[in-house]
């Protein structure tokens, strides 16, 4: 039976440090489903329909890698799309009070595990807010951001 995980975030944007999950994930697990969460109450830097395609063209020789949006809770969606696993990170002592709490309530009202992996050292310091930040300031940040992506892409339209 395949093993689903889904890995979910807002991705905004995808950065290192997500790829590291991502690729240490697949160790794991037959499928990862990047699940890129809609939050209306959150202004994302990206549009939804970029960050689906900026994640889907660095994964695209990758049939172990999906990318969706989903507009649920995280185990409803996991369940409709059938991933047993919810892969999470985390990068500090703050992200592993976060993360248990909101694992436990998953399993408990779903059924459905979360594993944990660790950030690599160094990618600890790199989020997705930080790069945010860096681009919102015209910032260089190729490496923050997976080699393969192409930012500048989606950020010249945003500063004209």
């Known amino acids: ?44 830097f990206f549009s939804i329909n970029d960050r689906i395609k900026m994640i889907s063209l660095l994964f695209q020789d990758n049939k172990q890698v999906k990318v969706m949006s989903y507009n649920c809770l ?42 944990v992996l660790y950030t690599e050292p160094e990618h600890t310091h790199i989020s997705s807010s930080i790069v945010r930040e860096l681009l919102s300031y015209g910032k260089e940040v190729d490496e923050f951001v997976p080699r393969a992506m192409q930012l500048h892409d989606y950020t010249t339209n945003k500063n004209k």
């Open 1 to 44: 039976m395949k093993k689903t995980a889904i890995f979910p975030g807002t991705f905004d944007p995808f950065t290192i440090g997500h790829l590291s999950l991502v690729n240490r994930g697949l160790m794991l697990v037959d499928e990862i489903i990047i699940a890129i969460g809609v939050n209306q109450n959150k202004k994302s």
């Open 74 to 115: 995280t185990v409803d969606f996991a369940k409709e799309v059938g991933a047993g696993f919810i892969l999470r990170g985390i990068r500090s002592v703050n992200d592993f009070e976060y993360e248990k709490n909101i694992a436990d309530v998953n399993r408990k009202i779903s059924g459905i595990e979360t594993f």
